[in-house]
């Protein structure tokens, strides 16, 4: 069987990242004394974040591992966006967004001297096709708490790409977009991230019974 | 399309996210008709939808930070702005920005002695409450008015309430935390006309005060001035 995700051409096209004029509103300007003109964007850039700014401290608790770690890698993706902002004028803010967070926390993994992701793709990739076997009755008993637990326990790229998807929302473009990978494996990290969470669900619920 | 012994796994997941096209979603359909193992598949999958979404965790406190970062660089801006167009004397007038008013510095050193009092005897509130209703509720019985806002969110959790002794009379204090900060907002009747929030610096506390429909608020924590002064401004506009 040969199924594909839509082959419509603007669903295969990478995000684009437009580059904009900085604004020129005049309430907004300041000239220094060497001629260059500096524009506040600081409420420009509040509207454009806002709306994400929960997604992405969602998406920096899920790379990070602790809370005071979120904390630091959303300010400083915060601050790195804020910087870049006046070149962009892409299609999904919150992917480019969630991107800069995602650079960002390996950027403190590197500091923190962890390897990232924790484990290599090819192993990811190399694990049994999925097929869990009929478990949606098992995973009724299962709560917030069980749910969180298993996927903290997850590799990274399972993990991430996971709350993208199923709390995020983001489409198999912006996905790609954040992770820097072809909706290929989009697709395929989706499937064995999906499979292998309810493998573990099923068995811890099995344990506590 | 054999629809009888192939499993459409990938194209299953695409199905269930939306992303095939037309076409592709009708061989699925098809497929699923006849084949028990992918409908419980795709049922299991939808179950593990709904477990996720209902673990998706809250996260407002998120835009805190980030009208902390932009209000930083706004600050900036202004400074910048003002220097270029004013030269000396706005260096002077950015300073007054800072300084607190003539007439309440005192004040200022006051609200900061009487935080820095409970802080040290870890007392901070005489009524533990999340419950914005019974903190109102108690601060009534303590015949004080007016009352600061009490309503929590916007990473911004209500600790409780106590009642001070500032500026010869006593207050409704209302007590936060904000991530590790304790935070405490006085508020007291007055004549002055609305001020926007205005931090400064009272020894090694940070005090931020405003005035808004014949109230003055005064708020102090050990925070920094520009993060105070967006907490202030959030405060601010739930009594509006």
Request: proline letters at 5%; one cysteine or more.
């Amino acid at each position: 069987m040969k199924l594909i995700p839509s082959t419509r051409a603007a669903d295969q096209r990478p995000l684009q990242v437009l580059r904009r004029s900085p604004g020129t509103n005049g309430m907004n300007l300041a000239t220094t004394e060497s001629g260059i003109t500096v524009v506040d964007d600081s409420r420009e850039f509040e509207r454009f974040a806002r709306p994400h700014a929960a997604a992405a401290l969602r998406l920096a608790r899920t790379l990070v591992t602790n809370e005071a770690d979120a904390q630091d890698v959303l300010q400083d993706s915060f601050l790195r966006a804020f910087r870049h902002f006046r070149g962009f004028s892409g299609e999904s803010p919150r992917a480019w967004l969630l991107s800069i967070v995602r650079n960002v926390s390996f950027t403190l993994w590197r500091k923190q001297k962890r390897s990232e992701p924790d484990e290599p793709e090819t192993e990811l990739e190399a694990e049994p096709d999925p097929a869990p076997s009929p478990e949606e009755r098992l995973l009724e008993a299962c709560d917030a708490e069980l749910v969180q637990a298993a996927l903290g326990q997850l590799p990274t790229l399972h993990r991430e790409v996971l709350v993208l998807r199923e709390m995020e929302e983001c489409s198999y473009r912006e996905i790609a977009c954040v992770l820097g990978v072809p909706i290929g494996t989009v697709m395929s990290r989706l499937s064995r991230a999906r499979a292998q969470l309810v493998r573990k669900l099923a068995g811890d619920l099995r344990s506590r019974m | 399309m054999n629809t009888l012994n192939e499993h459409p796994r990938g194209a299953l997941h695409a199905h269930l996210d939306g992303e095939l096209s037309l076409e592709g979603s009708l061989e699925v359909e098809h497929h699923l008709l006849d084949c028990a193992s992918c409908r419980s598949e795709l049922d299991t999958y939808r179950a593990l939808r709904q477990l996720l979404q209902s673990a998706k965790a809250t996260a407002s406190e998120a835009e805190l930070t980030l009208l902390r970062v932009t209000r930083t660089f706004h600050l900036r801006h202004r400074q910048r702005k003002f220097f270029v167009v004013g030269g000396a004397m706005a260096a002077a007038a950015l300073l007054a920005l800072v300084l607190v008013p003539g007439g309440t510095s005192g004040i200022a050193n006051e609200v900061a002695s009487v935080h820095a009092r409970a802080m040290e005897a870890g007392r901070t509130e005489e009524l533990a409450s999340r419950d914005p209703a019974a903190v109102e509720r108690w601060l009534s019985t303590q015949s004080l008015e007016p009352v600061p806002p009490t309503e929590g969110g916007e990473g911004i959790a209500l600790r409780g309430a106590r009642v001070e002794l500032l500026d010869g009379r006593r207050v409704a204090t209302v007590v936060y935390q904000v991530g590790s900060h304790v935070v405490d907002v006085f508020a007291w009747r007055s004549a002055e006309a609305d001020i926007e929030p205005r931090p400064t610096v009272a020894g090694r506390w940070t005090v931020c005060r405003w005035a808004h429909r014949g109230v003055a608020y005064w708020m102090v924590s050990d925070m920094g001035t520009e993060e105070l002064q967006v907490l202030a401004g959030l405060i601010r506009n739930r009594r509006t």
